[in-house]
């Protein structure tokens, strides 16, 4: 997962340890595992909240960081969505841009006749016909 979800997971190990509802080694021990990928942050999340379940004084401390890190998560998720337009945007007009030159090629590759064919239609050798002239 990403930072913020691991800061997240991090503050509420560190709170329980700080509140003492989780033993400081025990809470060292679930912060390793979190951090060398032992355990995943949903499960350590889990975890915490199970220790810290029942308890009064540890709720509403419990909403106000899931509440922080809900705020981040929304606003990450609005700069992913702005950012995936953009590009898009960008994407669109490239491939505009790109089809055009595709049929400009196509339209010059037309223009270019072997020596033969230029003599036989009436040019001098070496310049090319026009393919919207009326000579033709």
């Known amino acids: 997962m990403g930072k913020p979800v691991q800061r997240w997971t991090f503050e509420l190990i560190k709170e329980a340890c700080c509140q003492g509802v989780m033993d400081f080694r025990v809470a060292a021990n679930l912060y390793l595992e979190v951090e060398e990928g032992i355990v995943g942050e949903d499960q350590a999340r889990i975890t915490v909240r199970h220790a810290l379940r029942g308890l009064k004084r ?36 490239l491939e505009r841009e790109h089809a055009y030159s595709e049929k400009v090629a196509q339209e010059m590759r037309s223009w270019v006749f072997s020596p033969l064919e230029s003599t036989r239609q009436g040019t001098r050798q070496g310049r090319r016909a026009c393919p919207y002239s009326n000579s033709q």
Do not use: G, H, N, W
């Not at 606003?75 to 995936?84: N, S, V």
């Not at 337009?85 to 669109?92: E, F, G, K, L, P």
């Open 58 to 93: 540890t709720e509403k401390l419990l909403d106000v960081m899931d509440e922080r890190y809900f705020v981040e998560a929304e606003q990450a998720a609005k700069r992913a969505t702005t950012t995936f337009r953009s590009v898009s945007q960008t994407i669109t007009a």
